[in-house]
């Protein structure tokens, strides 16, 4: 059974940083793109960040500079450093494993509040 667990959220001030988790099982790690996305309330799900199984990174547009996608397929692991988080950025955060041969897999999200 395939499990994509993510971690790491909460209530940031403006300004601050949070590191998400996302752990994953059931898959061959290593062979996965890995995604971040986030939904906002009354906003579609958009791209965060996405990490090929071969390292190259795509960020979206509101996020690139402050956030970086990495992964650790030893520990089966994507990671989100999220670096001057404004308003904006308060989502549920979903982690995404895609494989063009595989079905996708979708983590149940991570809260981010990003307030004074």
């Known amino acids: 059974q395939v499990h994509l667990v993510e971690s790491g959220g909460g209530l940031v001030q403006p300004g601050g940083s949070l590191r998400l988790s996302c752990a994953a099982s059931g898959i061959i790690f290593s062979i996965y793109d890995m995604g971040w996305y986030r939904q906002a309330p009354g906003k579609e799900r958009e791209l965060v960040a996405y990490l090929t199984k071969t390292g190259r990174a795509t960020y979206g547009v509101s996020v690139k500079g402050r956030f970086t996608i990495s992964r650790d397929n030893g520990e089966n692991t994507v990671y989100l450093q999220m670096n001057s988080l404004n308003a904006e950025d308060t989502a549920l955060y979903y982690c995404?494993?895609?494989?063009?041969?595989?079905?996708?897999?979708w983590g149940q999200g991570t809260q981010v509040t990003v307030s004074s």
């Open positions: 995404n494993a895609h494989s063009n041969t595989r079905a996708d897999y």
